[in-house]
């Protein structure tokens, strides 16, 4: 018997042709098809509906998924039209769905607008900013050469598992003074609310935590953002404060892992970075935020009123997701943008990423580390053969499993 789905489906598929995600008349992103190509999702996207796609972000969950560049911007430019607060929007949304908690209000600059807004950016701006980069080289040192040590005499490891993750988690504890127990607490909720598992359990463990953290921070002030941002002129309450926090550590652990993990692919895949006249591994970087970004699609805002863009009318306060990495790949600015930084990684407009700075150095460090002391490193299994975790939002390997020769531990000076 045919389901609803095949006849719908097989009316768009070419003759002979087993239809594919992108024939549905709203594409999931959710799916494990979506996640193991989604560029050829993009292509077949871009050909059937344009610069916006119809898709579900969870099953019911309905969205638009903005796919071209210039489209983008102008949406991300506009918050008087899109705003970022997702409040009305919830309100019709099931407790249990598992993007809610990625997706819902939040007193903190990624889901508010206006005066609001301006008062938490303001908060956090002040607080990155003081950030000591000049020491960033010297921290990452004193987390990635033990996370070598640690398997450099194996002769194999997972990269993702073994060092971009820790690496990652290592340094945003640091940077905003959080102990490793309350911090495994936030890793821990921050990953299921990525996948959309257990998301609504994940969420509660995640913004406990971080009230732990403030709680801790307020009778034991240190010099890090989580103090920065209490002793801000913004009076940020202790509710305000943890909702800072999970901006800080959602664009931190997931998305700045997988740019470390996703860069070390490509320059494990590609011959072009082999040999003594090879890109650099910023040149390595600036790609890959180009051509396949960790945090894929999201910049979520929502029109206030049926709005029409390009011909196609947006629903009132439902979902508007930029895809970064269809964006980026548009065949409109292909050939004239992809050799500078204009691309959608950091976002856009009001909401680009005020951490985009300390994030590149990070990952920059990260893999010029781990190359130095082992630079024979070679993936252990075919490229085509990588699982890529499915979830709407990010660009996440499974693991990154390499072989290289064994090698003593190194001693930190």
């Given at each position: 018997m045919t389901t609803p789905f095949e006849t719908r489906a097989a009316a768009f598929a070419a003759p002979g042709e087993a239809p594919t995600i992108a024939d549905r008349s709203e594409i999931p992103l959710y799916s494990e098809e979506f996640a193991r190509d989604p560029h050829h999702i993009y292509d077949l996207a871009r050909r059937r509906f344009g610069s916006l796609v119809p898709v579900e972000l969870s099953e019911g969950i309905p969205a638009t998924l903005v796919i071209g560049y210039w489209t983008a911007v102008k949406i991300l430019q506009d918050p008087g039209r899109f705003s970022a607060d997702p409040r009305i929007w919830q309100q019709g949304v099931p407790d249990d769905c598992p993007v809610k908690p990625m997706l819902e209000y939040r007193p903190n600059a990624l889901r508010s607008g206006g005066a609001a807004h301006a008062r938490f950016r303001q908060a956090n701006v002040d607080s990155i900013d003081k950030v000591d980069q000049n020491r960033l080289f010297r921290d990452i040192e004193q987390i990635a050469v033990p996370l070598i040590n640690s398997f450099c005499e194996d002769g194999t490891a997972d990269l993702l598992t073994q060092y971009a993750f820790p690496v990652t988690f290592a340094y945003l504890?640091?940077?905003?003074?959080?102990?490793?127990?309350?911090?495994?607490?936030?890793?821990?909720?921050?990953?299921?609310?990525?996948?959309?598992?257990?998301?609504?359990?994940?969420?509660?463990?995640?913004?406990?935590?971080?009230?732990?953290?403030?709680s801790l921070k307020r009778a034991a002030p240190g010099d890090d953002l989580t103090t920065r941002l209490l002793h801000h002129p913004a009076e940020l309450t202790d509710e305000e404060m943890a909702h800072q926090l999970v901006t800080i550590y959602g664009a931190g652990i997931e998305p700045l892992q997988n740019l470390i993990a996703n860069?070390?692919?490509?320059?494990?895949?590609?011959?072009?970075?082999?040999?003594?006249?090879?890109?650099?591994?910023?040149?390595?970087?600036?790609?890959?935020?180009?051509?396949?970004?960790?945090?894929?699609?999201?910049?979520?805002?929502?029109?206030?009123?049926?709005?029409?863009?390009?011909?196609?009318?947006?629903?009132?306060?439902?979902?508007?997701?930029?895809?970064?990495?269809?964006?980026?790949?548009?065949?409109?600015?292909?050939?004239?943008?992809?050799?500078?930084?204009?691309?959608?990684?950091?976002?856009?407009?009001?909401?680009?990423?005020?951490?985009?700075?300390?994030?590149?150095?990070?990952?920059?460090?990260?893999?010029?580390?781990?190359?130095?002391?082992?630079?024979?490193?070679?993936?252990?299994?075919?490229?085509?053969?990588?699982?890529?975790?499915?979830?709407?939002?990010?660009?996440?390997?499974?693991?990154?499993?390499?072989?290289?020769?064994?090698?003593?531990p190194v001693v930190l000076l």
């Open positions: 504890n640091s940077m905003v003074g959080c102990p490793p127990e309350i911090g495994q607490q936030v890793a821990q909720g921050m990953a299921m609310m990525f996948e959309g598992t257990d998301a609504a359990e994940g969420n509660q463990l995640f913004v406990g935590a971080l009230a732990d953290l403030v860069t070390l692919l490509l320059m494990l895949t590609d011959d072009r970075f082999i040999g003594d006249r090879a890109p650099s591994t910023s040149d390595a970087l600036n790609e890959l935020l180009f051509k396949d970004p960790p945090l894929a699609n999201f910049g979520i805002v929502y029109p206030r009123q049926p709005t029409e863009v390009e011909g196609v009318y947006l629903p009132a306060n439902q979902p508007v997701v930029t895809s970064m990495a269809a964006c980026n790949n548009d065949p409109a600015i292909v050939g004239k943008y992809t050799d500078n930084r204009s691309h959608l990684a950091w976002g856009a407009g009001p909401h680009v990423c005020p951490a985009r700075s300390v994030a590149y150095l990070v990952a920059l460090n990260a893999i010029d580390q781990l190359l130095d002391l082992l630079p024979e490193m070679t993936l252990t299994c075919r490229p085509e053969d990588l699982v890529w975790r499915p979830g709407p939002f990010h660009r996440s390997l499974e693991q990154l499993p390499v072989t290289f020769p064994k090698s003593q």
